[in-house]
Nanobody, 121 residues
Framework: QVQLVESGGGLVQPGGSLRLSCAVS????????MNWYRQAPGKQRESVAG???????NYVDSVKGRFTISRDNAKNTTYLQMNSLKPEDTAVYYC???????????????WGQGTQVTVSS
């Protein structure tokens, strides 16, 4: 069974930093693009950042210059370094990845359980 497990959320003051991690476990063939999404109360889930297996990244405009996504392919893990955090970054952050169970199977979409990030003084 494939699982995505996030960690690193918490409470931080405005201007502070947090680093989220998302580790993929289980029997897998390969991992394609890995993404971070977030959902604030009363709002739709939005894409925050993504990274391909080759390291190409993309970000939503509101986090450019503050957040950095990375991945360690050997550890099947992606990270989201969040700096200069603002109250509007408060949300549940979800990890998402396209994974194929074997090298001959199709990619399927997997989600983590989410981790709360609260930015408040």
């Amino acid at each position: 069974q494939v699982q995505l497990v996030e960690s690193g959320g918490g409470l931080v003051q405005p201007g502070g930093s947090l680093r989220l991690s998302c580790a993929v476990s289980g029997s897998i063939g390969s991992i394609g693009v890995m993404n971070w999404y977030r959902q604030a109360p009363g709002k739709q889930r939005e894409s925050v950042a993504g990274i391909t297996s080759g390291g190409t990244t993309n970000y939503v405009d509101s986090v450019k210059g503050r957040f950095t996504i990375s991945r360690d392919n050997a550890k099947n893990t992606t990270y989201l370094q969040m700096n200069s955090l603002k109250p509007e970054d408060t949300a549940v952050y979800y990890c998402n990845a396209l994974i194929r169970r074997t090298l001959r199977s199709l990619y399927s979409n997997y989600w983590g359980q989410g981790t709360q990030v609260t930015v408040s003084s």
